[in-house]
T-cell receptor, first 110, second 115 residues
């Protein structure tokens, strides 16, 4: 039981490049989330998915898209990366009791 | 409206002394409350949660928190700090406003433990 896994762990992009952050969970959770963490800002919700086939915007969705491919996987895509998207990204999944977080992806956009 | 306020961005304690990390919340519904810890370069780990059962909640690593509805607080405490407790701590409120689980994270409190 791996919990929540994320790939890659680290990534450096140039402005304008695109990439997809992958997230998978093996706990059969319905809900999945993408957060970004910036100093002094806490965690901010980018997008979430209440169940397979549904996605909704969170607090800071601009510049991102998501796909809930199946119950296990929830990917986050940056179509045209900007320096303001330099951050640590966390994926999480949950049922009714708290959230389980992945280890994070540290993204730098030059 | 849902919100959470962590009253201190930094807390510094000596090893072996008590820890108090303060959190106040607001929620229009019966909330669930959580504390998470994040060690440097690590992911987030659930410390403890309150979900309308006992108001005093015991978590991992000797931490506990008390839900006080009258004060809208959920402060995190530990009787004796250990060096390994140095980390960032997040208070989180969750409720089912609008029929969906809405979650808000606090801005975090960095705990420094002095030898």
């Amino acid at each position: 039981n791996a919990g929540v896994t994320q790939t890659p762990k680290f990534q450096v992009l140039k402005t304008g490049q695109s990439m997809t952050l992958q997230c998978a969970q093996d706990m059969n959770h319905n809900s999945m989330y993408w957060y970004r963490q910036d100093p002094g800002m806490g965690l901010r919700l980018i997008y979430y998915s209440a169940s397979e086939g549904t996605t909704d915007k969170g607090e800071v969705p601009n510049g991102y898209n998501v796909s809930r491919l199946n119950k296990r996987e929830f990917s986050l895509r940056l179509e045209s990366a900007a320096p303001s998207q330099t951050s640590v990204y966390f994926c999480a999944s949950s049922q009714t009791s708290g959230k389980f977080f992945g280890p994070g992806t540290r993204l730098t956009v030059l | 409206a849902q919100s959470v306020t962590q009253l201190d961005s930094h807390v510094s304690v000596s090893e072996g002394t008590p820890v108090l990390l303060r959190c106040n919340y607001s929620s229009s519904y019966s909330p669930s409350l959580f504390w998470y810890v994040q060690h440097p370069n690590k992911g987030l780990q659930l410390l403890l949660k309150y979900t309308s059962a006992a108001t005093l909640v015991k978590g991992i690593n000797g931490f506990e928190a008390e839900f006080k509805k009258s004060e809208t607080s959920f402060h995190l405490t530990k009787p004796s700090a250990h060096m390994s407790d140095a980390a960032e701590y997040f208070c989180v409120v969750s409720d089912r406003s609008g029929g969906y689980q809405k979650v808000t994270f606090g801005t975090g409190t960095k705990l420094q433990v002095i030898p």
